[in-house]
C-alpha cells in the first residue's frame, strides 16, 4: 500500500475517534477540551484529504483504491462531522440534509457515468464547496463565543450551502450527456 493510500486510510481510522470527542461529554475528565481533540483530529483528517491527492498526483501513484476510498473517506469525515453537530445542536438539519443529498446525487451520478465509460472530473466548484464545508465545520466546532465570529460563522455556513448546491447544478450541466444519451 502506497503513502496517498496509508493517508486514506488513516483519515477513515481517524472519524470514530473524532465522533467520540464530539459525542461524549467528558467535561468532569478533561473540560473543555474534548471539543478542541474533536477539532484537531478533524483539521488533520481534512488536510490528509489534501495530501494524499498531491502525493498521489505528483508521484504518479493514483491507484483504484486510492480512486475508491478517497471520496467515500472525505464523504465519510464530512458527512460525520455534520451530523455530529445537528446532534449537538450547533447546525440546521436542513442544511445537513442538502449536504448529504448533493453527495448522493453526485455519487449516483458518477456510479451512471462509470457503467457508460465516462469519468467524471473534480471540478473547482466541487474543491471549494469542500473547503468552505470544511471551514464551517472547524467553526462550528470550536464555537468561539464572539458575536463578529458568530457572525462570520454563519456567512460560512450559507457559503457553504450555496457552493453545494452551485456544484451540484455544475456537475449536473456539465455532464448532462450522461443521463440523457444512456449506455453506449
Known amino acids: ?7 486514506t ?10 465522533v467520540f470527542f464530539m459525542l461524549v461529554n467528558l467535561s468532569e475528565y478533561i473540560g473543555a477540551a474534548g471539543k478542541y481533540i ?5 483539521i488533520i483528517a481534512s488536510f490528509t484529504d489534501f495530501l494524499d491527492g498531491y502525493l ?15 471520496p467515500l473517506a472525505d464523504k465519510l469525515l464530512v458527512c460525520s ?4 453537530l445537528v446532534e449537538t445542536n450547533q447546525l440546521a438539519a436542513w442544511v445537513v440534509i442538502v449536504i448529504i443529498a448533493r453527495e448522493f446525487i453526485i455519487s449516483g451520478f458518477r456510479l451512471v457515468a462509470s457503467d457508460n465509460g465516462v469519468v467524471i472530473a473534480a471540478s473547482y ?3 471549494f464547496k ?13 464555537d468561539i463565543q464572539n458575536t463578529a465570529v458568530q457572525y462570520v460563522t454563519i456567512a460560512i455556513t450559507y457559503i457553504a450551502v450555496i457552493l453545494t448546491v452551485v456544484s451540484l447544478i455544475d456537475y449536473m450541466l456539465k455532464n448532462k450527456k450522461v443521463l440523457t444519451e444512456g449506455s453506449r
Open 56 to 70: 498521489a498526483r505528483r508521484d504518479n501513484l493514483v491507484t483504484n483504491f486510492g480512486k475508491f476510498m478517497d
Open 9 to 18: 486510510t488513516l483519515r477513515v481510522i481517524m472519524i470514530p475517534f473524532f
Open 130 to 142: 469542500t473547503v468552505s464545508q470544511m471551514i464551517m465545520i472547524v467553526l462550528l466546532i470550536v
Open 125 to 127: 466548484w466541487g474543491k
Open 81 to 84: 462531522a455534520l451530523i455530529c
Open 38 to 42: 474533536a477539532v484537531a483530529i478533524f
Open 1 to 7: 500500500m502506497n503513502l496517498p493510500n496509508k493517508l
